[in-house]
């Protein structure tokens, strides 16, 4: 079992910065790939990025790319998102999520666990 505790998050203003980081329990954090998620209200949950259990290979929806930043410390067991030049439609809670593979990819069900979120509101 593995438990996932997002923070970070707050109030920002846009074109303002925010780091959420992304705490795991559990000694095998290594080997899982890592994902952050997020659902604004009234809309369903979508995928922001991947990073594998390595942290070589990263992948990002098209609504971030450039601004966003994924990495992680594997002997820290934390993910960490880097969000730049935050944008109003940035807004959301943002979820962290763990699958087991090591390699995962932007679709939900590939993830086995998930965190309890952190709030992002961006003020324009």
């Known amino acids: 079992q593995v438990q996932l505790v997002e923070s970070g998050g707050g109030l920002v203003q846009a074109g303002g910065s925010l780091r959420l980081s992304c705490a795991a329990s559990?000694?095998?954090?290594?080997?899982?790939?890592m994902g952050w998620f997020r659902q604004a209200p009234g809309k369903e949950r979508e995928f922001v990025a991947v990073?594998?259990?390595?942290?070589?290979?990263?992948y990002y929806a098209d609504s971030v790319k450039g601004r966003f930043t994924i990495s992680r410390d594997n002997a820290e067991n934390t993910v960490y998102l880097q969000m730049n030049s935050l944008k109003p439609e940035d807004a959301a809670v943002y979820y962290c999520?763990?699958?087991?593979?090591?390699?995962?990819?932007?679709?939900?069900?590939?993830?086995?666990?998930w965190g309890q979120g952190t709030q992002v509101a961006v003020s324009s």
């Open positions: 999520a763990a699958s087991r593979y090591g390699v995962a990819g932007y679709t939900q069900r590939e993830y086995d666990y």
């Open positions: 559990g000694r095998i954090f290594s080997s899982y790939a």
């Open positions: 990073i594998r259990w390595s942290g070589a290979w990263t």
